[in-house]
């Protein structure tokens, strides 16, 4: 049975990012693409204009992978309160994938396309709708005190994220450690009576 085009794409992908993860974004070559999916340049450029979108696919799929995989660990928590301690588990854990360290070094190291630059961005604020319901469900349960749910949002993203670079001087235990401190910190502020 042919494969089809979609099936064929996310193949590719899925091959690219073991190779990206790997070796890193300029580190790969569209040759050793072709060699890890077994695939002729002519394919590849079937599917993906070019290395860079190639890229952003397998962002993409990193990015909705991690949602669904979320939703699904979220199930395991009855609080909000819960649901944050969770959530910074759950960071660290994808902090530690190696596709992370190719996302910073793809946007770092070089001038990316501004098309290219848009999508990532979009793709970063993807995980917002999941900050904003455990914001939303905190204040309303009586766990956090009435806030501004938009400026909340920020400050949690802010919080997760600005802590991924310790990745590079903590092994997961410890950052495990200072993201809890940091989810405890957040909580004294976000407590309703507060």
């Known amino acids: 049975m042919r494969k089809s085009a979609e099936e064929i794409k996310r193949e590719i992908a ?35 204009k070019s290395k860079e979108e190639l890229f952003l696919f397998v962002v993409k799929q990193h ?5 669904e995989k979320w939703a699904e660990k979220e199930k395991q928590y009855h609080t909000s309160t819960e649901k944050l301690y969770g959530l910074a588990e759950y960071y660290v854990e994808d902090v530690q994938n ?34 904003k319901k455990l914001v939303e469900e905190g204040m309303a349960s009586g766990e956090f005190r009435q806030d501004d ?39 004294q502020g976000m407590a309703a009576g507060s």
């Open 149 to 187: 749910v938009n400026d909340l949002m920020y400050v949690v993203n802010g919080l997760l994220a600005g802590l991924g670079p310790l990745y590079y001087e903590m092994n997961a235990e410890e950052m495990k450690r200072i993201y809890k401190k940091a989810i405890d910190v957040l909580l």
């Open 98 to 131: 190696p596709i992370s360290s190719t996302i910073e070094e793809f946007l770092t190291s070089q001038v990316v396309r501004k098309d290219i630059m848009d999508e990532m961005i979009a793709l970063t604020r993807e995980s917002y709708s999941i900050f």
């Open 63 to 67: 990015t909705y992978d991690w949602l």
């Open 14 to 48: 899925y091959k690219a990012e073991q190779l990206f993860s790997k070796t890193g974004y300029a580190a790969t070559s569209m040759e050793d693409i072709c060699e890890v999916t077994e695939r002729s340049k002519g394919s590849i450029y079937y599917h993906f």
